[in-house]
């Protein structure tokens, strides 16, 4: 079957990098806001090559997920987390595997690059990187894919950008990556909840495989809910301006989200929220992103 630029495009999910991208761009709003309060170094152009870097891992990893979840007899016609461009037969799965490896070598480089411009020290970030992604389905089969989340695209990104960017590791921003970094866990325990059927048949054990529906809920829960709290504490911290408290403008949304969850009962109930769920993510990423800027504008006058 002849596949076009878009198709191969499309394969590789890009409806998701606003997860990854929110990493980077966060943490480097956040740095921006402590840079004009503390002052320091502030190399604004490795933002974007950090932003190109996780893009390219984010890339790989969705595509050497779907390859796995195919081999793995997950991605099966008819089921809610389907894979069309691999079981319609437009791509065969080594086609998938091999780009995604070859989307980690752009990703490898880049990161290469960084370390040229800041240092060597940081290294262990990108190999941790690299082991997250490209294991991401072994860590998910083992009950372990929120916490391979959590380090992909929060933690890891988080440490990284603080580093090139200040030339130091900045801790603060690693309680601030936990914001945006819990919904994206929350994205993912969505899904994995409403697979425990399929995933159950192909022999692999999630984390609400192992644990349940019922505690997965609770779970979710928390993935949704958290976020709010830790902004509240880290503004009353003076960590983060104020001005973010904005974000409770999205908590209503994530309260509707909480109650369909608790509500459902089986994989159809929670068909076809996927959206709804990255929607959550964004809304919440930009209205932090938001709350940050007007804080900077703020400092700025003041």
Same mark, same amino acid.
Request: charged share 10%; net charge neutral; aromatic share 14%.
């Given at each position: 079957?002849?596949?076009?630029?878009?198709?191969?495009?499309?394969?590789?999910?890009?409806?998701?990098?606003?997860?990854?991208?929110?990493?980077?761009?966060?943490?480097?709003?956040?740095?921006?806001?402590?840079?004009?309060? *503390? !002052?320091?170094?502030?190399?604004?152009?490795?933002?974007?090559?950090?932003?190109?870097? &996780?893009?390219c891992?984010? #890339? @790989? +990893?969705?595509?050497?997920?779907?390859?796995?979840?195919?081999?793995?007899?997950?991605?099966?016609?008819?089921?809610?987390?389907?894979?069309?461009?691999?079981?319609?037969?437009?791509?065969k799965?080594?086609?998938?595997?091999?780009?995604?490896?070859?989307?980690?070598?752009?990703?490898?480089?880049?990161?290469?690059?960084?370390?040229?411009?800041?240092?060597?020290?940081?290294?262990?970030?990108?190999?941790?990187?690299?082991?997250?992604t490209?294991?991401?389905?072994?860590?998910?089969?083992?009950?372990?894919?929120d916490?391979?989340?959590?380090?992909?695209?929060?933690?890891?990104?988080?440490?990284?950008?603080?580093?090139?960017?200040?030339?130091?590791?900045?801790?603060?921003?690693?309680?601030?990556?936990?914001? *945006? !970094?819990?919904?994206?866990?929350?994205?993912?325990?969505?899904?994995?909840?409403?697979? &425990?059927?399929?995933d159950? #048949? @192909? +022999?692999?054990?999630?984390?609400?495989?192992?644990?349940?529906?019922?505690?997965s809920?609770?779970?979710?829960?928390?993935?949704?809910?958290?976020?709010?709290?830790?902004?509240?504490?880290?503004?009353?911290?003076?960590?983060?301006?104020?001005?973010?408290?904005?974000?409770?403008?999205?908590f209503?949304?994530?309260?509707?989200?909480?109650?369909?969850?608790?509500?459902?009962?089986?994989?159809?109930?929670?068909?076809?929220?996927?959206?709804?769920?990255?929607?959550?993510?964004?809304?919440?990423?930009?209205?932090?992103?938001?709350?940050?800027?007007?804080?900077?504008?703020?400092?700025?006058?003041?």
């Amino acid at each position: 079957m002849k596949k076009t630029i878009k198709d191969w495009i499309i394969a590789t999910k890009p409806w998701s990098f606003n997860v990854s991208c929110s990493a980077v761009i966060l943490t480097a709003a956040y740095l921006l806001h402590r840079h004009i309060e *503390y !002052g320091g170094q502030y190399h604004w152009w490795n933002i974007i090559i950090a932003l190109v870097m &996780i893009v390219c891992f984010h #890339a @790989a +990893g969705n595509l050497l997920s779907d390859y796995r979840d195919f081999i793995y007899g997950i991605d099966k016609p008819g089921n809610d987390n389907e894979v069309p461009w691999i079981s319609g037969g437009l791509f065969k799965p080594k086609e998938i595997r091999n780009f995604g490896y070859i989307m980690l070598i752009p990703a490898i480089l880049l990161g290469i690059l960084l370390l040229c411009l800041s240092s060597w020290e940081v290294i262990w970030i990108g190999i941790l990187g690299i082991i997250f992604t490209a294991g991401y389905s072994w860590f998910k089969f083992h009950a372990l894919g929120d916490v391979d989340i959590l380090f992909c695209y929060a933690i890891l990104p988080s440490l990284g950008t603080s580093f090139v960017v200040t030339g130091t590791y900045n801790f603060e921003s690693v309680l601030v990556s936990f914001t *945006y !970094g819990l919904f994206t866990c929350g994205l993912l325990h969505y899904n994995n909840t409403r697979d &425990i059927e399929s995933d159950s #048949a @192909a +022999g692999i054990v999630t984390m609400p495989i192992l644990v349940g529906r019922n505690i997965s809920k609770l779970i979710y829960f928390v993935f949704e809910i958290a976020p709010y709290i830790i902004v509240c504490i880290l503004a009353a911290s003076s960590i983060l301006p104020w001005e973010t408290l904005i974000v409770f403008i999205t908590f209503p949304s994530a309260l509707k989200l909480v109650r369909i969850m608790f509500s459902s009962t089986c994989a159809a109930d929670l068909a076809g929220l996927d959206q709804a769920n990255a929607k959550q993510q964004l809304m919440f990423s930009l209205a932090l992103l938001a709350g940050i800027i007007i804080g900077i504008i703020v400092e700025i006058i003041i």
